[in-house]
């Protein structure tokens, strides 16, 4: 899951942009944020980029291809492990994805 929202920001980024990713404690969960500066997600298709399947493919920057799975099995992934997955974008700007998953006492 981590591994596809990271490739997602260097499919979707420019060449040579930044990808930050930070993590952090938040009471009993951890927050994890990928934020590329890459082209962003359209409104028209913000709604449909975790279904199975989607219509809501592009290629990306250099002309990578979707298949439209892997945002939707990496909220499945997510969601199977008590935890969210949500998005912030700007077309052009680039998008930040939050993953927010429970921390258990072991």
């Known amino acids: 899951m981590f591994n596809n929202l990271i490739a997602n920001a260097i499919k979707f980024s420019p060449e ?20 590329d500066q890459g082209i962003g997600i359209p409104e028209e298709i913000k709604h449909q980029i975790f279904d199975l399947f ?10 990578e291809q979707s298949f439209g799975l892997g945002l939707a099995i990496s909220k499945q992934i997510i969601e199977s492990h008590q ?16 993953i927010e998953l429970p921390l258990y006492n072991i």
Not at 17 to 34: M, R, V, Y
Not at 54 to 63: D, P, Q
Not at 87 to 98: I, L, N, P, R
């Open 16 to 35: 040579n942009s930044e990808i930050q990713i930070s993590l952090k404690k938040s009471g009993q969960t951890a927050i994890c944020k990928i934020k």
């Open 54 to 63: 989607t219509e809501a493919k592009r290629s990306g920057t250099s002309g």
């Open 83 to 98: 935890g969210k997955i949500w998005f912030e974008s700007e077309e052009d700007e680039g998008t930040t994805f939050f």
